[in-house]
């Protein structure tokens, strides 16, 4: 089954709420703004006779994933806080799981902002030294003690230096309300195209901003949508476990030590179930997405569309479920994924019959 855009939305996140003298004095932020959204939403194969399952897929943004969303908006409202267009003497510092910091990398590059990003040594080495050519000051903290201390790192460099700005993604609120005033909007819009409404929404805890922002603006076009979060088996969402190195899928994960994203917390009475997924087990979902589709997506992806996939087999036909495809793979998914076998790859997944 070829993989096919639906419909693209004509929403402009710039558009709905961002301060047009921002751009007029960052013409950097503009171009990067002109570029992002307006990502596809595809029809994706699920379960014979089961919910319908829509992607909204994000690998079209500009450094590649719906973390450029996250970094224009927190950029933005920095930006607008700040007095004239000379950014000189202004030091941006974030911490980053992988993708928020490649994107804020670029877009940093192209404002002449100085930045500091701290991520874990999971990341790609051709990332970072893309990043650095780019004139990030990488900071690179070893992945066996887990994304909670690449958080503290951060936190420890904001506390020593106070003048630099301290982006903080989870607690940040340009995050949420880029989620539910641009990807979550755009995906009512390409969905009222359709003739449909989303009945579930499917999305992994990272900082929770995807999550709980689009959550809010297909909730108010059906109140009673169902939202179903997905997180790591190795540490899940709210674990008492302490944080670990252990594999997982992309880009989401507990904090560990009972700590929970502060974005996720005051809305758990919104979220219909939570949903752990061994790293192995979207390893295989991302291989029988290929042989079903002939296209790569990443473990995030993944994780999402197996979950959807196992819950759209219980579902009426008459169902809509939609999720959210954050990124491409990186070339050692890609490698890990293609080591399964189809019986494995069966075996793991527990998916039969799908269209």
């Not at 301060?19 to 307006?38: C, H, I, K, S, T």
């Not at 974030?94 to 877009?107: C, F, V």
């Not at 958080?151 to 609120?173: C, Y």
Request: charged share 20%; with cysteine; aromatic share 6%.
């Amino acid at each position: 089954m070829p993989l096919t855009n639906d419909v693209v939305s004509k929403i402009r996140p710039v558009d709905s709420f961002i301060d047009q003298d921002v751009l007029r004095r960052f013409p950097a932020l503009a171009r990067y703004g002109r570029d992002l959204g307006d990502t596809p939403l595809i029809n994706v194969p699920g379960p014979k006779g089961g919910a319908r399952l829509f992607a909204k897929c994000e690998w079209d943004n500009p450094s590649g994933s719906v973390k450029d969303r996250t970094a224009f908006a927190m950029v933005h409202d920095l930006l607008a806080q700040l007095p004239g267009d000379d950014l000189s003497g202004h030091k941006v510092l974030e911490y980053s799981g992988g993708n928020l910091a490649i994107a804020l990398s670029l877009l940093c590059q192209g404002l002449g902002l100085e930045n500091t990003l701290v991520f874990g040594s999971y990341v790609p080495d051709e990332s970072v030294k893309k990043m650095r050519v780019q004139g990030s000051d990488a900071v690179i903290i070893d992945k066996d003690l887990g994304f909670w201390e690449v958080v503290q790192h951060a936190v420890r460099l904001s506390d020593a230096n106070p003048d630099w700005h301290f982006l903080h993604q989870h607690e940040n609120d340009a995050n949420l309300r880029m989620h539910e005033m641009g990807t979550g909007a755009e995906i009512v819009t390409d969905l009222a195209a359709l003739g449909l409404t989303a009945d579930s929404w499917v999305a992994s805890i990272g900082t929770g901003g995807t999550l709980i922002g689009v959550q809010r603006a297909l909730a108010a076009a059906n109140p009673a949508l169902q939202t179903f979060a997905t997180t790591p088996a190795e540490l899940p969402y709210g674990t008492e476990a302490p944080a670990n190195g252990l594999p997982k899928f992309d880009g989401s994960g507990g904090l560990g030590c009972g700590r929970k994203q502060p974005f996720v917390a005051p809305e758990e009475s919104r979220i219909t179930g939570h949903v752990t997924l061994g790293f192995e087990e979207t390893m295989a979902a991302m291989r029988l997405f290929r042989e079903l589709t002939g296209e790569w997506i990443g473990s995030s992806a993944a994780a999402n569309w197996l979950a959807a996939s196992r819950m759209a087999s219980d579902q009426d036909a008459d169902r809509v479920t939609v999720m959210v495809f954050p990124s491409k793979p990186s070339a050692g998914e890609i490698e890990k994924a293609s080591a399964y076998s189809l019986d494995e790859v069966k075996k793991l997944t527990g998916l039969k019959e799908l269209v």
